[in-house]
């Protein structure tokens, strides 16, 4: 079955780049629709970061839209979150998801970032 | 972006039942059936309990129920089980805009 897994660096610092890829094994990327990411910063509630149609159509958070890009790289069947402009309140776990209206029914393990210097 | 609205916490003992609510708006909740339902133990990414407001994925015990009235959707837990401790968050379409928001959580503790 499909699985999803995060990665990137751990450790951000304050003004930088967040850089996260979601590697998509067990199917192709084109056989389903959207694909999401999603954090939850410490003791906190989940929030949809934004999604990215196979097509490479994307939908953001318009509280995070003019920071946030996703972009898909179909030939490794891959996708992949950009932040910009961190700060401490971006540090959280970062899951990466499929699905679309129906729900996300795949989710990555996650993968914990934190912005400090 | 609105966030929807959970209680905080609801409990039961073993073999009861329990219900979360999850209030909305007209512009998701309340407009689309598209809300679904996740359960979120410690440390663990969540898991789909719930889609389309009342259909549950293959896989998923059928005590877990939900349902939709207007801008109200709820999870319910018939013959609740240890197990069955953890977070669960509401999750709803609302629009091309604001693709999805999520519910602000609720705790289910096992008495």
């Known amino acids: 079955q499909v699985q999803l897994q995060e990665s990137g660096p751990g450790l951000v610092e304050p003004s930088g780049t967040l850089s996260l890829t979601c590697a998509v094994s067990g199917g192709s990327m084109r056989s389903f629709n959207w694909w999401s990411w999603v954090r939850q910063s410490p003791g906190k509630g989940l929030e949809w970061i934004g999604e990215i149609y196979h097509s490479g159509s994307t939908n953001y958070n318009p509280s995070l839209k003019s920071r946030v890009t996703i972009s898909v790289d179909k030939s490794k069947n891959q996708f992949s979150l950009k932040l910009s402009s961190v700060t401490a309140a971006d540090t959280a776990v970062y899951f990466c998801?499929?699905?679309?209206?129906?729900?996300?029914?795949?989710w990555g393990q996650g993968t914990t970032v934190t912005v400090s210097s | 972006q609105s966030v929807l609205t959970q209680p905080r916490s609801v409990s039961g003992s073993p073999g009861q039942s329990v219900t979360i609510s999850c209030i909305g708006i007209t512009s998701d909740v309340g407009g689309y059936d598209y809300v679904s339902w996740y359960q979120q133990h410690p440390g663990k990414a969540p898991k789909i309990m719930i889609y389309?407001?009342?259909k549950r994925p293959s896989g998923v015990p059928d005590r877990f129920s939900g349902s939709k009235s207007g801008n109200t959707a709820s999870l319910t837990i018939s013959g609740l089980q240890a197990e069955d401790e953890a977070d669960y968050y509401c999750c709803s379409y609302a629009g091309s805009y604001t693709p999805y928001v999520f519910g602000t959580g609720t705790k289910v503790t096992v008495l």
């Open positions: 389309d407001a009342n």
């Open positions: 998801a499929r699905g679309g209206p129906d729900g996300m029914d795949v």
